[in-house]
């Protein structure tokens, strides 16, 4: 037993407790429940509710369960007569002014401020004066205020600053004309804020797309999984007659803490539009017809059989699909003769594919960033890519680890960047390897690389030094380096400066599947569980630029989630057949597409995703397909039967899963490379670039989630 | 990492000396703690009033949120977010002059000026303060205080007095 070890006492139970704890985390552990409003075990105590006052033996009065740090020996009563006394009589304090408007208010029936009035609160109020009003404020598209409701306990303010990183909330006036606001009206715009709503303890700050939509009673919640990062943040979708109505956090210490990002929480809205593909389509005329699902399978078997006779057939999946659609996809292709099958949409450097990883990942859990001594993030805008992500870092910058990005100019990140390299993009190569050139410098160890060191600048020394400084160093390369056109010469200079450094080498991959991908075997060169194959098959940028007699596009929009965009289309149009399995009928489909097949997007299906640290998270169908659609991998069984292929009798996603991981095998994580590639001095120019994601563009559900649309972030990135 | 329009022009040559003068005193990363001599500062220079774009600058200067000044100025009541008055009237209405009379020394001034807390007067001479705290003049209760200036033991008739002699 240390020093720091002491005992205290609850209601008569001992307890161990360390010194500097207070009391309600010492409690909280122990299960003993002990009122609060202001408390947060993520921010920083404040301590003005007094809802968790407590009787503490020769305190002369009452104490702050939340602000009294533990001592030797004391002896705590939470439940005693005068505990609940001073409980009673904070509760009746803050109805005094909270308005009782609970049956017209979203919280309602989940409102910490309406539980704990059951068990403290008087059923007769003592006041007869009015009570005060407060204007509402417009914070956004996000966040819907009843700021009447408010009882200042600032979790919200304290969130903004302590986790946002920008104080964009603030507590405004003082005493009864206390508010908290913006002052100015403007949004609230990071893109975590919409967690400020889980945090309010009463009815303040909502959903603002979920108002008055439904009575949380009324509402089953059921797991499920964020389909927009690789974190794989754990979700909690609510839905009301097979409609998903709500999503919130599912908290997972692992990867999203008990935040999730503004895009998790509000996608769910793209769910349910106008644009919904509700039956099979195919095209004639020039317009899209609705048709049956037999008819539309029919068709799509009889052209796809016809193809493998005599033609060549592309396949191509988006990184967001589950893995058991591209098990499934990659299974059919191949059964079809094609290793024409690739996920990887937006790469423009598909060459040296040998040197890829089994599967892509973050080189460490989620979780150890936070400890790390130094990080180098090479082409990232991380907070737009992976904002959970981002926080991780942003902890451990706080907490002294020396964070670095070479990264283009402009990405503005709220903690403490060590060092900020700037390059435009084109010229993130020299600069990896004037920086490979620094470390060399540094730790006296030569590279085998041949390649021209060029200019070694301070800038590159301090972040060589920095990542010298601890042994918990993580190198992780970003979606504008995996996108670049020079992505396998980057991958081998970061991984030279990872292994000389003794740092990990990771990756963020893209979406929420991508690591699914490449283990299923949505690869042309390797099947599932890496295997390579004996011929391989063209990758996506080739499918893309030269047609292929016909193709199967799953879950994708070709000018928005391929690196050629419109090019793609163009390419597409040459094809003979093509079919698309899609949730929306895209109205730029009609100049490519001749039938479209209507699937469930993350909510209506089930599957499994694998995140940037390997984790394969499975998640049942939490809604009710829209009309007609059906889940994917569904459709995929069924065109395998229509094909007269062998091993489709599947009856549910968790048998496809476990055919796919019996096919998979053990697969483990490996980012080292066998053979470096050439280095030479490729010239690039900027217009060839990869342009930074935008955060409310990279996926087909999230371009229609009309709230985020209409976010700043989502007006600031239009143009990209 | 503020959010304002990044623009500090707004702040004269003088007014930085002396914030630069504040921020001196406290550990660098406390600089926050200078926001209220700053505040003041520039309400003196901009005739006893805060604008947003005032209050954004000192925010710049500071490396501060925008939002934290706000609150600071919103908070004190010796700071002014609009126009007012240009003598600033301050009727303290805490206990000990509420029980001495202040109520009645307050609805005074409000009917000879025809005006409510809160409000100036359209010649733009006087501002009557909504709320002012204990100014620690209690052993002459009531009491008022105008323009630092502290006036006790009031009746009506010596607050008409005080108000002619200041025209
Ligand atoms: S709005 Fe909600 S979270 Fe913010 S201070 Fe008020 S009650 Fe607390
Ligand atoms: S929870 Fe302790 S004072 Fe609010
Ligand atoms: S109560 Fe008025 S001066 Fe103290």
Redesign the pocket.
């Known amino acids: 037993m240390s020093d720091d070890d002491i005992k205290i006492e609850v209601n008569g139970v001992p307890m161990s407790a360390r010194k500097g704890q207070m009391i309600i985390q010492v409690t909280d552990p122990a299960g003993v429940y002990i009122p609060r409003f202001c408390y947060h075990d993520k921010l920083s105590i404040a301590a003005n509710c007094r809802m968790c006052l407590v009787e503490v033996e020769k305190a002369p009065k009452p104490l702050p369960a939340c602000a009294t740090p533990v001592t030797d020996g004391m002896k705590v009563f939470t439940k005693s007569a005068a505990a609940i006394a001073a409980q009673k009589a904070t509760m009746e304090f803050l109805l005094i002014n909270h308005p009782l408007d609970c049956p017209i208010c979203d919280q309602g029936g989940e409102c910490e401020l309406q539980d704990l009035a059951m068990g403290f609160g008087r059923d007769v109020s003592r006041y007869n004066e009015r009570k005060r009003v407060v204007a509402d404020k417009d914070i956004g598209p996000l966040v819907s205020t009843d700021m009447t409701r ?8 304290r969130f903004t600053e302590e986790i946002a990183g920008l104080q964009e909330l603030g507590t405004l006036g003082r005493g009864e004309n206390m508010e ?1 606001g913006t002052y100015i009206e403007r949004s609230v715009d990071h893109e975590l804020s919409g967690n ?1 709503i889980d ?4 009815g ?2 909502n959903s603002r797309p979920f108002r008055f939509r439904a009575r949380s009673w009324e509402m089953m919640q059921q797991a499920t999984v964020s389909p927009h990062d690789s974190v794989g943040s754990n979700l909690f979708a609510h839905t009301m007659h097979g409609k998903l109505l709500r999503v919130v956090p599912r908290p997972n210490e692992a990867l999203n803490e008990t935040w999730i990002a503004d895009r998790d929480r509000f996608s769910y809205a793209g769910i349910y539009t106008d644009d919904r593909l509700e039956t099979p389509v195919f095209r004639v005329d020039g317009e899209f017809r609705p048709t049956d699902w037999a008819t539309a399978l029919q068709r799509v078997a009889t052209r796809l059989g016809e193809t493998a006779k005599e033609g060549s057939l592309g396949v191509l999946a988006a990184p967001g699909a589950t893995l058991e659609e591209h098990y499934l996809l990659q299974k059919l292709a191949r059964d079809l003769g094609s290793n024409n099958i690739d996920h990887r949409l937006h790469a423009m450097d598909l060459g040296d594919d040998d040197n890829d990883p089994p599967f892509p990942w973050l080189g460490a859990a989620v979780a150890e960033l936070e400890s790390a001594d130094a990080v180098l993030v090479v082409g990232s805008h991380i907070r737009h890519e992976v904002p959970v992500l981002a926080h991780r870092l942003r902890k451990a910058g706080l907490a002294g680890s020396q964070i670095n990005f070479l990264n283009p100019a402009g990405f503005e990140y709220l903690f403490p960047v060590h060092e900020y390299a700037e390059t435009p993009l084109s010229q993130l190569q020299p600069q990896l390897v004037a920086l490979l050139g620094a470390v060399e410098a540094v730790t006296g160890r030569r590279s085998e690389l041949a390649v021209d060191r060029g200019a070694i600048s301070d800038a590159h020394r301090r972040i060589a030094d920095s990542l010298m400084s601890g042994d918990k160093s993580h190198v992780v390369l970003g979606h504008l380096a995996t996108r670049h056109p020079g992505y396998s010469k980057l991958r081998a200079i970061a991984t030279e400066i990872a292994r000389l450094v003794g740092a990990t080498m990771g990756y963020i991959p893209e979406s929420c599947n991508a690591a699914g991908a490449y283990m299923a075997g949505v690869v042309p060169h390797r099947a599932p569980g890496g295997k390579p194959v004996a011929e391989p098959g063209r990758n996506a940028r080739q499918m893309l630029a030269e047609a292929c007699d016909a193709y199967v596009l799953l879950g994708f929009e070709p000018q928005h989630d391929t690196a050629e965009g419109q090019a793609a289309i163009e390419t597409l149009r040459g094809a003979s057949f093509v079919v698309m399995l899609a949730s929306w009928l895209d109205p730029t489909a009609i100049e490519y597409a001749d039938v479209i097949l209507p699937i469930g997007t993350f909510a209506e299906t089930a599957g499994t995703y694998v995140n940037m640290q390997g984790d394969q998270q499975s998640f049942s169908g939490v809604a009710e397909p829209v009309g007609d659609a059906r889940p994917g991998w569904k459709v995929l069984r069924v065109l395998g039967n229509q094909l007269e292929l062998d091993g489709y009798e599947y009856n549910n996603a968790a048998e496809v899963l476990a055919a796919a991981n019996a096919d998979i095998g053990v697969m483990r994580p490996d980012n080292t490379i066998a053979r470096s590639p050439a280095i030479n001095g490729a010239q690039y120019s900027e217009a060839e670039m990869p342009r930074p994601s935008r955060i409310y563009g990279i996926d087909p559900l999230v371009r229609r989630a009309r709230p985020l649309q209409r976010t700043r972030d989502a007006k600031r990135t239009a143009d990209r | 990492m503020s959010v304002s329009n990044k623009d500090t022009s707004q702040l004269s040559e003088h007014a930085r000396q002396v914030i630069d003068h504040w921020v001196a005193k406290f550990p660098p990363d406390k600089k926050r703690s200078a926001v209220i001599e700053a505040l003041r500062t520039v309400q003196h220079e901009n005739n006893g009033y805060l604008t947003a774009e005032l209050m954004d600058a000192v925010a710049e200067h500071l490396d501060l949120p925008t939002i934290q000044v706000y609150e600071v100025a919103t908070f004190y009541s010796m700071f002014e977010t609009r126009p007012v008055g240009r003598c600033h009237i301050s009727v303290c209405t805490n206990i000990a002059c509420h029980l001495r009379g202040s109520a009645e020394i307050v609805e005074h001034i409000e009917k000879r000026f025809g005006i409510k807390t809160g409000e100036s007067t359209p010649d733009g001479k006087f501002y009557l303060k909504r709320e002012e705290e204990c100014l620690a003049a209690c052993v002459n209760a009531p009491m008022m205080m105008i323009d630092h200036v502290y006036y006790e033991n009031l009746t009506p008739e010596t607050v008409d007095q005080i108000l002619e002699g200041l025209k």
């Open positions: 408010c009882i200042h306990c600032t979790r919200c303010v908290i400020v945090l309010c303890p009463v303040a700050l």
